[in-house]
């Protein structure tokens, strides 16, 4: 009688999930039969719940008794015609009626199991051991590749206050001092080869690579992150540092434990983006309340930087407020300062002189760039900014042309704000040009 019940549930019985009938398909391999089971009923759950009905009719055509029937653990979805299955199903199919006879089958869904580990299931995370009337759901990754083929992506929001972060951008748009440049090559070979690294005798069991920036904004620290995720061939998610921090005592544990965990199961490298407010150093601890809890929270955070196997990146404008025990955790630290004189020539020189959108009077670029670097400390991204005005003049007028008075006049609008070419920009590029 239980075996007709145990066969109407087998994951033969979806024929629309063909994935999970391929016992050679790379993704299944790390699973045993049991698990793979339990993958095919929380599937079944979200694509093919009908098949419980079927599971239901065949108990009752085989003469279970009522009170056998609740020991396959089926719960009703409420407002709808759907049955569900739960833990207390797969103890069912997998264990049989008694207790003795379910007790092995619980290993399934232990915390060190592959599993939970591997983080396939939607399960409490605060339990050691979910409950037996816990419906079976795929976690919104496996659940999103297994129904429609595609990579899951996790939404912004209170539970996950990251973002993926890439870029279109090379390694050429990213124009640095020699120094600069130098540290910033030694990062990419760490991304590129951390993982083998980790594998080598003496280094077996070290973590992620973790790589500290520092300077001013606008000098490259987003752009770097962005393009060592794309060298490590890694999702990047860049942290919302305001919305992990909470006022509310315990908030922001819990939702860095949030973070982490996901990361953890999908080998993302975690980018925190103006890290100060989580990073910062801890006060002496005997002042009011509120301060010993963040000196709490930077606790928990030091133990999660040195737990988490993936890497990380911490950017921040103030490299200073960085507390000293987070900064010896670091395995580079990669300082950026806003261009000299030489490495501005080039910036005007890459952001304007080889653009194929702008037409631009001789005169602007004669000299190698160097009016321009000499007039105003501007950072690259005011620069990238103000070619990206300057575009927006030319697309508005429909002529491509910059003349020499027109550059003057847009470096004079642009700059208001903040005073670079106050005075300045009506001396530049008057010289003629030599035949």
Request: charged content about 20%; aromatic content about 10%; glycine content about 6%.
């Amino acid at each position: 009688m239980m075996e007709r019940c145990q066969q109407a549930a087998k994951p033969q019985a979806l024929p629309q999930c063909p994935m999970l009938l391929e016992p050679e398909d790379e993704w299944l391999l790390p699973f045993s039969p049991d698990e793979r089971l339990v993958i095919a009923i929380a599937l079944a759950n979200a694509s093919a719940p009908e098949i419980w009905d079927i599971l239901l009719d065949t108990a009752i055509e085989t003469g279970f008794e009522k009170p056998a029937i609740s020991s396959l653990g089926l719960r009703q979805i409420p407002h709808t015609k759907y049955l569900q299955a739960t833990i207390g199903t797969v103890l069912f199919l997998l264990g049989g009626q008694t207790a003795s006879d379910q007790s092995p089958v619980w290993q399934l869904f232990l915390p060190q199991t592959t599993l939970r580990r591997l983080g396939v299931l939607a399960l409490p995370a605060t339990r050691a051991v979910p409950a037996i009337d816990t419906v079976l759901q795929l976690s919104p990754r496996y659940q999103c590749q297994l129904l429609t083929q595609e990579t899951w992506q996790p939404q912004y929001g209170a539970e996950f206050p990251a973002t993926l972060l890439t870029t279109t951008r090379t390694w050429n748009d990213l124009v640095m001092d020699e120094k600069t440049g130098i540290l910033l090559n030694q990062a990419r070979k760490w991304v590129r080869h951390y993982d083998e690294v980790r594998q080598q005798p003496g280094v077996v069991g070290a973590k992620g690579y973790r790589l500290l920036m520092a300077g001013p904004s606008g000098t490259g620290k987003t752009l770097t992150a962005a393009l060592l995720g794309q060298a490590a061939g890694k999702p990047l998610y860049r942290i919302d540092v305001s919305s992990i921090v909470d006022k509310y005592v315990g908030e922001t544990s819990k939702r860095l434990r949030q973070v982490f965990d996901l990361a953890e199961q999908h080998d993302w490298i975690l980018f925190f983006d103006e890290g100060d407010a989580l990073f910062g150093k801890r006060s002496s601890g005997t002042g009011s309340s509120n301060e010993r809890y963040a000196n709490q929270e930077v606790a928990y955070l030091l133990y999660k930087l040195e737990e988490y196997q993936g890497m990380i990146f911490l950017a921040t404008n103030h490299k200073g407020a960085i507390d000293a025990a987070f900064e010896r955790r670091f395995d580079s630290l990669v300082t950026f300062s806003k261009p000299d004189e030489g490495t501005r020539r080039r910036l005007w020189q890459h952001f304007f002189g080889q653009a194929n959108t702008l037409e631009l009077d001789p005169r602007i670029g004669a000299g190698n760039w160097r009016e321009l670097a000499e007039a105003a400390p501007v950072s690259a991204a005011w620069i990238e900014k103000f070619y990206q005005y300057c575009v927006m003049q030319t697309t508005a007028k429909r002529d491509r042309y910059i003349s020499a008075e027109d550059m003057r006049t847009y470096l004079h609008w642009f700059s208001a704000e903040r005073g670079y070419f106050d005075g300045k920009a009506h001396r530049l590029f008057l010289r003629e040009l030599q035949g």
